[in-house]
């Protein structure tokens, strides 16, 4: 019984985090909201930013408001983002924030002017044109959200699991010393 209270009370806290509201990922500042079919309609949950902020600029933006205590950045090689995204995708950095259990946020940034798969000389050819205004960097987020369901069954199920093979590997020492 004793073991049993801190672990109901550490589910109740768990599910409390898994349905607590997630944080609105609001439009780029400082930016002008793409209307080209890729960033609205081929591919869900995706919006495209024209913009001339930098990408410390850009990733402080993102950082302030998508919120959690417990936030995982991962910076990702740039060619990632033709796995989350497209194929043709153009990248020059691709950073994800993830809530884990609940949702993850992909921010992709492509500089035209750093472009590391251009060479520097043919780089103008990428530069970035948008409603006949030049722009030094496009910015494309996509999110990924769990359903609740989903989260909670997936957290159940991994905490059974480490208590089944904790329980195993305690039983199997007590016998083999």
């Known amino acids: 019984m004793k073991k049993i209270i801190p672990l109901l009370i550490f589910n109740i806290i768990a599910i409390f985090y898994l349905a607590y509201p997630l944080p609105v990922v609001e439009d780029l500042y400082n930016s002008v909201r793409s209307k080209e079919p890729g960033d609205t309609t081929q591919l869900t949950n995706v919006s495209g930013f024209y913009t001339n902020m930098t990408r410390t600029e850009v990733m402080n933006f993102y950082k302030a408001r998508f919120t959690s205590p417990f936030l995982i950045r991962i910076n990702h090689p740039p060619e990632k983002s033709r796995e989350i995204y497209k194929d043709t995708m153009q990248s020059y950095y691709l950073e994800e924030f993830i809530i884990p259990f609940k949702q993850s946020l992909y921010v992709n940034g492509f500089e035209w002017e750093n472009d590391?798969?251009?060479?520097?000389?043919?780089?103008?050819?990428?530069?970035?044109?948008?409603?006949?205004?030049?722009?030094?960097?496009?910015?494309?987020?996509?999110?990924?959200?769990?359903?609740?369901?989903?989260?909670?069954?997936?957290?159940?199920?991994?905490?059974?699991?480490l208590i089944f093979g904790f329980k195993t590997y305690k039983s199997y020492f007590k016998k083999h010393g």
């Open 116 to 161: 590391v798969f251009t060479k520097p000389e043919k780089r103008i050819a990428n530069k970035l044109l948008y409603e006949n205004k030049e722009y030094k960097a496009k910015i494309t987020t996509r999110t990924f959200t769990a359903p609740l369901a989903s989260s909670i069954f997936t957290f159940l199920f991994i905490e059974f699991v």
